[in-house]
T-cell receptor, first 113, second 112 residues
Framework: DTAVSQTPKYLVTQMGNDKSIKCEQN?????MYWYKQDSKKFLKIMFS???????INETVPNRFSPKSPDKAHLNLHINSLELGDSAVYFC????????????FGEGSRLTVL | KQEVTQIPAALSVPEGENLVLNCSFT??????LQWFRQDPGKGLTSLLL?????REQTSGRLNASLDKSSGRSTLYIAASQPGDSATYLC???????????FGAGTQVVVTP
C-alpha cells in the first residue's frame, strides 16, 4: 500500500494550459505539503495544509492554487502554465504540523513545451 | 537566511567501505534535521530524523550525528552495499512548521 501517492506521475503539456496534480495519503496524517524540485535538483516548499487549513504559502505565483478537500488529499492546480513551471512536484505528509518525519510521494514530473 | 551545503556532491566507493556524508548549515537555530535517500525517478525516503536536542540517531547500518553549534551533521553508512547507491539529501527545519531547507544532495555510487 502506497503511503503517499500522486497522480499523474508524468505530465507533458503546452504553455498556457491548465493542469492539476492530485495527492492522497493513507497514513492518517494531519499535515500535507507540496514541494518543487527544479532542474538543479533543489527542493523547495510551496504550500502546506494542516487539517485542510493553509499554514504555509511560500512566494509562489498566483497561478498555483492548492486545494485540500479533506486532510487525506491535497491537490495542486496550475493555471496558464509557463516553461519555467517544468519541474518535479512532490507531495509529502506528516503526522502533526509541528513534529515528526516527512513522508514523500514519488513525484509528478511536469514538462511544459 | 539558512543555507544547507552537502559535500561532496558525488562519491564513489567500493562495496564494503564505510560511507561518510557531510551536511553543513549556516544558522544553528534549527528545530530538527532529517536525512533522506532519493533513488532516480523516485520520491524521497526518510532515513533518520534528529531533533535539535539530540546528538545522534541510529538505524541499522546508518548513524547520523548532529552538532548544532558548528552547524554540521554527518551521515555514516557502515559496510556499504551496491543497493546503497542513491542520492542522499539532508534537510534542516528552522521552525516547527515542516518547512524543510534542503541541501543539493550527495550522489553515491557503490561499486561491486
Amino acid at each position: 500500500d502506497t503511503a503517499v501517492s500522486q497522480t499523474p506521475k508524468y505530465l507533458v503539456t503546452q504553455m498556457g494550459n491548465d493542469k492539476s496534480i492530485k495527492c492522497e495519503q493513507n497514513l492518517g496524517h494531519d499535515t500535507m505539503y507540496w514541494y518543487k524540485q527544479d532542474s538543479k535538483k533543489f527542493l523547495k516548499i510551496m504550500f502546506s495544509y494542516n487539517n485542510k487549513e493553509l499554514i504555509i504559502n511560500e512566494t509562489v505565483p498566483n497561478r498555483f492554487s492548492p486545494k485540500s478537500p479533506d486532510k487525506a488529499h491535497l491537490n495542486l492546480h496550475i493555471n496558464s502554465l509557463e516553461l519555467g513551471d517544468s519541474a518535479v512536484y512532490f507531495c509529502a505528509s506528516r503526522g502533526q504540523w509541528n513534529t515528526g518525519e516527512l513522508f514523500f510521494g514519488e513525484g509528478s514530473r511536469l514538462t511544459v513545451l | 537566511k539558512q543555507e544547507v551545503t552537502q559535500i561532496p556532491a558525488a562519491l564513489s566507493v567500493p562495496e564494503g567501505e564505510n560511507l561518510v556524508l557531510n551536511c553543513s548549515f549556516t544558522d544553528s537555530a534549527i528545530y530538527n534535521l532529517q536525512w533522506f535517500r532519493q533513488d532516480p525517478g523516485k520520491g524521497l525516503t526518510s532515513l533518520l530524523l534528529i531533533q535539535s536536542s539530540q546528538r545522534e540517531q541510529t538505524s541499522g547500518r546508518l548513524n547520523a550525528s548532529l552538532d548544532k553549534s558548528s552547524g554540521r551533521s554527518t551521515l555514516y553508512i557502515a559496510a556499504s552495499q551496491p543497493g546503497d547507491s542513491a542520492t542522499y539529501l539532508c534537510a534542516v527545519e528552522a521552525d516547527s512548521w515542516g518547512k524543510l531547507q534542503f541541501g543539493a544532495g550527495t550522489q553515491v555510487v557503490v561499486t561491486p
